[in-house]
Each structure stands twice: as C-alpha cells, then as structure tokens.
C-alpha cells in the first residue's frame, strides 16, 4: 500500500550541513586524504550520507596548513527550467558562505557537483554538456564571494567528468566509471569510523509520500467523513479541546499498537506492516486533529525515549495518508516526523522531512522554524526541554483537576466542611465543570495570542488568510462551496487554528531568517 515513487520538488527545499567526516579525526583517528577527482567523486555519498539525485552539490573547504579541509556542504534541487537557475545558484552559495560565516569559519574553496541521471535519447555526456553553464554560474557566484570553485565534477549514468581539467585528452569524452559502491579505501574508512550512506533521497521521501494506490481512495473517502463530523467541532471554542483530547488519546493507543508490533527488516516491508495497523477512519481523525496547531505542540512531546520510534512511525504513515485532495494537511505529520528525527539524532530524514512539509504548505512556520535550526546545527535538546517543561506542567494540572473533583461538599454539614469519595467526581456541581472550561478557555486564548506575536486578537482560521499560491499547489474549490467537506468550510475556513508553534517551542526553535550550518 506504500507509495515508492517520487515527484520533484522546488529546488528551494534543499539542505545545509556542516558534518565533517572525512579528513577529521575521529573517535578511531581516521583520516582520509582525497587527491583526485576520481576520489573526490566516490567522496560525495559519504560527505552527505546519502546518494544525491537530480542535485547541485556544493562542498567548502578551509585552508590547514596547506591543504583544504572539508567544511559545511549544501544542496538543491536542480531546477527543471534554465531561467532558474541564477536564483538557485546564488541561494545555494551565499547561504553556504553566510552559514560559515556565522559559525566564524568562512570557505577559502569550494568543490562543486552536479548530479543527474540522462533523460529520454541522452547520455551522460550529454548532461555533462548541458550542466555546464549551470557550474559556469557556479563558479562566477563562489569567486564573487572569495570563495573560488577548485573542482568541479558532474557524476551522471555510473560516471564522471571534471570540468576543471584543463589537460587536453586527459579525460575521455564518455566519462569514467564511478567504482563499485562501497569497494573504495574511503568506503572502507568511512565504515570503520562509523559513517554510513542511507540510499537516495528518492528511496527517503518515498516514505512519506501520499500513496497513489487503490487504497487512497478509500482514505479519501475517509477523510471527507472524518472532515464533516470534526471539522465543526475543531471551529467550536466549547468542543474544540474535547477534540484535542480525543486525537491525542487515539495516537497515544496507535503509538503504543506500532510498539507493541514484531519487528520487521527493511524499510519497505516495515512501513507496509504499519499501513496495516492503521485503519483509514484511526489516520483521517488524527489527520484532522492535528491541525489544531496545540494538539500538534502535544503530540509533538513524543519525541525520545521508547515513545520516539512509534511515533515516528505514526507520523510517516500519516503522511502518507494525506492524499488527493488532502495533500496540504501532510504539514502537519511531516513536521512532526522531521521533529522527531531531529530530536533522535538522524538529520537527514529530519531534514527532508521539513522540507517536504514545507512543500506542502509553504506558510507552515513550525516546519520553517525547525528546519532553519537543523539546518544550521542547532541543539535540539532547547526545544525538548520546552516540551518536557509544558508536558509536565500538564500533568500537574491534570493531577490538580482530579483531586478537585474527588471532593465534594456534604449537603447539611458545616461550612468548609468537605466530604472525599470515589463517585464524588459524578457529583461534581456543574458549574464548577462551567468554571474550568472557561478557565481551560482562557489559557488557550492566551497561549494562542502569545505564539501570534503578542497580538491581542485570536489568530483566525487559516482559510481566511489572503496567502497566493502558485497554480497547482492545492485543489481549488468551486464556486459557493468546498472542494471537500474535510478541507474547507463554506466560506474559506479550514480545520487548521493556527500556524505556528506554541510560545514556548517557538522561542527555543529561534526566527532565524538564514538558514545554513558551517
């Protein structure tokens, strides 16, 4: 049921590293010196730990004692139309360059690659060909900054060909074959200090990818009915938390069902076994639920211990239920499976993860915050210990509430006079129960109003934001109506309340408007 295949998405969802693994020494003194194109080629999978594909690759080296070590590296997307490319190349470089630089080690090099597999009727040198004009920019936008491109290789077809070799038939016109994977004294060094390359990035966002099987049908149709009963009650201030409660209480269950599962090898058989747990009605509520944006800074507390690896489970398998029309909810469950990567230590799915739910929806401030952070190496324990801090503090709450309601005042008995017993709590006066959810009201009120910027007005539903879109980026709706009874309202308004992250989480991912790791 699983989708394996992939769309291309912006080049704008790239990513920043700073990783230094192979000419550092590491925990075994491992040291590895690159001096040919042919090892620098073979170097790429393991300088970002994984195979690009369809990718501007840029590498920055700082001078030691004569020779270049490696430094932050970063990545694009290629663009499909040539008219984007200035604009790719010049992110790609200054936000490299301005990363390194706030991390106080500026590039005195860079090493450059293009990475593509041949179309319909082409070869690899015909890529080679065809890119050059993009490693051309390349090479004008790092020598601008001072940050010249010393090598520069494009890797298509199982070979590669240097651009910077200026020997007259030293490199054949059909390229050189790459080694076997694997095979090479790097791939060798790099297993022993304990790096590892993960496959591609298509075999990683297939992962998370809405599925296009007969099954999302039925998830569709699951969603619009989910969509008619919650969507109401999601723009209901009184039943709004019953909601939060009710989705959060289903994912703890689900949470603890994938937990409870036998372990499965491979990627592919696991996420088809954890389809298979979730039944469509269990993935369109918590779909929905999550895009109240408190119920998503809740569930996002699911982030180490035992609890990490089944929620992110849960978050994959929710995203890759967000189909057809649905496609812009997956914000929600990628942001949230990009957090928990990150807060386990695996960058690289966190990253992607970000980038795609900002993909599906570029406003989604949660993800653009998180990814900005991972992106330029920021500790993720600040933003657990502000979750930890509002889970904790729920509990007391919590603990508070129920020792109230296990008490009750003896009818005839004197004044203060308080009388503890178990139905006590079905005995509660109702208009203690009034008091606490104008109270619990109250708090959300102001927690929203903080995490809007400090603006004394609730934020409204998403749908009344005026935001323009690019052609094709989500259903339209039809005149007088939604395009789905689960998406929209009559009138624009949508399920999701808000946008952002909570005060707290806010304020720890930090509003950075560069993003980039040195």
């Known amino acids: ?157 199982g070979r590669f060909w240097s651009y910077s070799c200026a020997v007259e038939g030293c490199c054949p016109d059909d390229g050189t074959p790459m080694g076997l994977p694997g095979t090479s004294v790097l791939a060798a060094a790099a297993t022993y200090a304990g790096i590892q390359v993960r496959g591609t990035l298509r075999e990683l966002r297939a992962r998370l990818l809405p599925w296009e099987t007969s099954a999302a049908l039925e998830q569709e149709v699951a969603l619009d009915a989910a969509g008619m009963s919650l969507v109401p009650r999601i723009l209901d201030d009184t039943a709004r938390q019953s909601v939060a409660e009710e989705t959060l209480d289903l994912a703890e269950r689900i949470i603890h069902r994938f937990a409870a599962a036998a372990p499965v090898s491979g990627t592919h058989p696991a996420d088809l076994r954890d389809d298979e747990l979730l039944t469509h009605d269990e993935a369109a509520t ?43 909810h997956a914000a929600a469950p990628l942001t949230l499976a990009g957090w928990v990567a990150w807060s386990s230590g695996d960058e690289l799915e966190a990253r992607e993860a970000l980038a795609m739910a900002l993909g599906a929806d570029p406003d989604y401030l949660f993800a653009r915050l998180l990814h900005q952070a991972c992106n330029e190496g920021l500790d993720p324990e600040s933003v657990r210990r502000c979750l930890r801090a509002e889970r904790a503090g729920r509990a007391r709450t919590d603990t508070v509430e129920q020792a109230d309601s296990a008490v009750e005042v003896t009818p005839g008995a004197p004044s203060g006079t308080v009388v503890a017993g178990p139905g006590a709590a079905a005995r509660t006066d109702s208009r203690q129960g009034e008091r606490a959810s104008r109270t619990s009201g109250s708090r959300r009120r102001r927690r929203t109003r903080a995490a809007e910027g400090g603006d004394r007005s609730p ?60």
Request: glycine share 12%.
């Open 286 to 328: 918590l779909i929905l639920g999550l895009q109240d944006r408190t119920t998503r800074d809740r569930a996002a507390a699911w982030m180490e211990d035992d609890e990490a690896g089944p929620a992110l489970r849960l978050w994959r398998a929710l995203s890759r239920r967000c189909v057809g029309p649905y496609g812009e």
């Open 1 to 157: 049921m699983t989708n394996h295949s992939e769309t291309t998405g912006p080049f704008e969802n790239g990513d920043i590293a700073g990783r230094e693994p192979l000419n550092e020494q590491s925990a075994h003194d491992t040291q590895v010196t690159l001096r040919t194109p042919a090892e620098l080629a073979d170097a790429l999978p393991y300088l970002l730990g994984y195979r690009p594909e369809d990718s501007i690759v840029l590498v920055a080296l700082h001078d030691r004692e004569g020779r270049g070590r490696f430094g932050g590296r970063a990545r694009l997307g290629i663009p499909a139309s040539t008219e984007d490319w200035e604009e790719a190349v010049q992110q790609l470089v200054r936000g490299l360059v301005t990363s390194s630089e706030r991390r106080g080690r500026r590039p005195e090099q860079m090493v450059a690659y293009v990475c593509q597999e041949p179309g319909q009727f082409e070869t690899g040198r015909d890529v080679m060909l065809r890119l050059e004009p993009l490693i051309a920019q390349l090479r004008t936008e790092c020598g601008d900054l001072g940050a010249p491109v010393v090598e520069a290789l494009c890797i298509s077809d």
């Open 459 to 518: 934020r409204p539903p998403r749908g009344e934001d005026v935001r323009r879109r690019s052609t094709g980026s989500h259903p339209e709706s039809p005149a007088g109506g939604p395009s789905r009874p689960g998406s929209t309202k009559p009138g624009g308004m949508r399920a999701r309340s808000g946008e952002g992250p909570s005060r707290d989480t806010a304020a720890a991912g930090g509003q950075r408007e560069t993003e980039g790791d040195g």
